[in-house]
């Protein structure tokens, strides 16, 4: 069979696509998306990289919908205030890709409501965004939600003694135990679609090693990884590439709900869209319903779910392996 690309996506017209993010990946995806007709909006936090992405798209692609939101993920009432936005002018959301995300700040850090920031942002964010969009999401015809995950998070724990890193910050491990969450909270949310009959699927994908500015953003351009990210380009394959799984994950119809997608060449780290080996603890159904409760708490937010829903979830999770 032939790669996979994005010559290879489907017409999206009469889709609608929130895509977090402007620019790396989530700049790629959304000019993926735009090119095969769907209507996107770029959410991020500031609204001069906004704009410069969507004049980008614009220019390459005439007569693209596409428009910028502004959405703080290190902020809940910014996810909240866009979720509200949101609900007023869309009637249902097609594809929701959680794509943005904070690496490696060297210093440990605080979102506005208290989280250390990588976990803050990159898990806790998005759990919070799909939550504030699921009534667009289940008003829609075959929605999803890809989460980007990392192959960082093979290295990751999941350490529910101390989720804000208070006790010690290491950046790698915070990055790691963020993007662990990010597939548990994927698969996570497979099981509960399911369970709750919402129509939804839930993928999630990772981009193995991208050529984009999130090294050099968290960790510093003179920092260790920025350097190597300037310096030893030529081991990053370009962002175009690295958005393939995800763009598989959102579009094509042979994409499953619950699975997770990757590069397929040199440990994940580059190639074509392929199904990914997820680490063993994301497996681990018992800690991930533990990271949902935890999430729930911590953010504020809920997926209700009724009785009959917790008891088919039950069902799922006897019969789930762990």
Known sequence: MPPWTAADIPSQRGRTAVVTGTGGLGLEDALALARAGARVIIAG??????????NQ??????????????????????????????????????LLINNAGVMTPPARQLTADGFELQFGTN????????AELLPLLRAASQPRVVTLSSIAARSGAINFDDLQSERGYLPMAAYAQSKLACLM???????????AGWGIQSIAAHPGVARTDLLPNGAGARSIQGMARR??????????????????????????????????????????????????PALDIGSAARLWTASERLTGVSFPMGRSQDASLGAIRATSPA
């Open 231 to 280: 310096y030893l380009w030529f081991l990053f394959q370009p962002a175009a590439q690295g958005a393939l799984p995800t763009l598989y994950a959102a579009t094509s119809p042979q994409a499953q709900g619950g699975a997770y997608y990757g590069p397929n060449r040199l440990s994940e780290t580059r190639g074509y869209p392929a199904v990914a080996k997820a680490p063993p």
């Open 57 to 94: 798209i614009r220019q390459s692609v005439p007569g693209a919908k596409v428009d910028f939101e502004a959405l703080d993920l290190a902020r809940l009432d910014s996810i909240a205030a866009f979720g509200k936005r949101l609900r007023a002018c869309v009637e249902g959301l097609d």
């Open 123 to 130: 898990h806790l964010g998005h759990f919070a965004l799909t």
């Open 45 to 54: 936090r500031s609204p001069a990289r906004g704009a410069i992405a969507v």
């Open 185 to 195: 909270f994927a698969l996570e949310l497979q099981r509960r679609c399911d369970a």
